[in-house]
């Protein structure tokens, strides 16, 4: 499967438990970048990392949440204390470069549902 | 105002039509992006472009830089057309390469 790949696809957490959602790039991309689509709304920027860096996090509320993309595995969007706001898809792509004419592959999104 | 703007909002048309969805910008930008999004589904990058004009398929994608415009047709319509197309920009300033996205149209095609 040489696509985005995200996991879990449906998520279900109570309020203040903590929902991870992970994303592997396309073979050969080093660049990811986490979007949020709330209910009824458009499609929202989040992060922007490379390996083992964040290069734009200025779309993350400034609690609650974190993101990392390490040297070996996926890169993971973490949720502490849920509550039933963050309730959206939330969809992963990725890039082989980040320069402004290398396109984004978009993955299947996880769906957040909060209890 | 939302840097993105699409229309209409809601389009439905009859098998077989010509169809039209219209991007305006207000933000210098370096590429725009056409992306198709089916219900409960993953997104899909029909486009990526930064001039002119590009075609695969029944699709066409257009853009005039000095217009801060694009458009999207689709030729020949199929219910399987059917799907939310959402316009996205990447900004040339200091954004980097995060896109900003409109708030999408939903396209209907009846048969």
């Known amino acids: 499967n040489a696509g985005v790949m995200q996991n879990p696809r449906h998520l279900v957490r109570r309020r203040g438990q903590e929902a991870r959602l992970r994303c592997s790039p396309m073979?050969?991309?080093?660049?990811v970048y986490w979007y949020r689509q709330l209910p009824e709304e458009g499609l929202k920027f989040m992060v922007y990392l490379q390996k083992e860096n964040i290069i734009d996090e200025s779309g993350m509320p400034k609690e609650r949440f974190s993101a990392e993309f390490p040297k070996e595995g996926p890169s993971i969007l973490r949720i502490q204390q849920v509550v039933r706001g963050d309730s959206a898809a939330y969809f992963c792509?990725?890039?082989?470069?980040?320069?402004?004419?290398?396109?984004?592959?978009f993955g299947d999104g996880t769906r957040l549902s909060i209890l | 105002k939302n840097e993105v703007e699409q229309s209409p909002q809601n389009l439905t048309a009859q098998e077989g039509e010509f169809i039209t969805i219209n991007c305006s910008y207000s933000v210098g930008i370096s590429a725009l992006h056409w992306l198709q999004q089916h219900p409960g589904g993953g997104i899909v990058s029909l486009f990526m472009?930064?001039?002119g004009k590009k075609k695969h398929g029944r699709l066409i994608a257009t853009i005039n830089i000095q217009e801060k415009h694009s458009s999207l047709h689709i030729t020949a319509s199929h219910p399987r057309d059917s799907a939310v197309y959402i316009c996205a920009v990447r900004s040339g300033e200091t954004s980097g390469s995060r896109l900003t996205f409109g708030e999408g149209t939903q396209l209907t095609v009846n048969p």
């Open positions: 073979k050969g991309h080093s660049h």
């Open positions: 792509a990725s890039s082989r470069a980040g320069g402004f004419n290398q396109p984004q592959h």
């Open positions: 472009l930064s001039s």
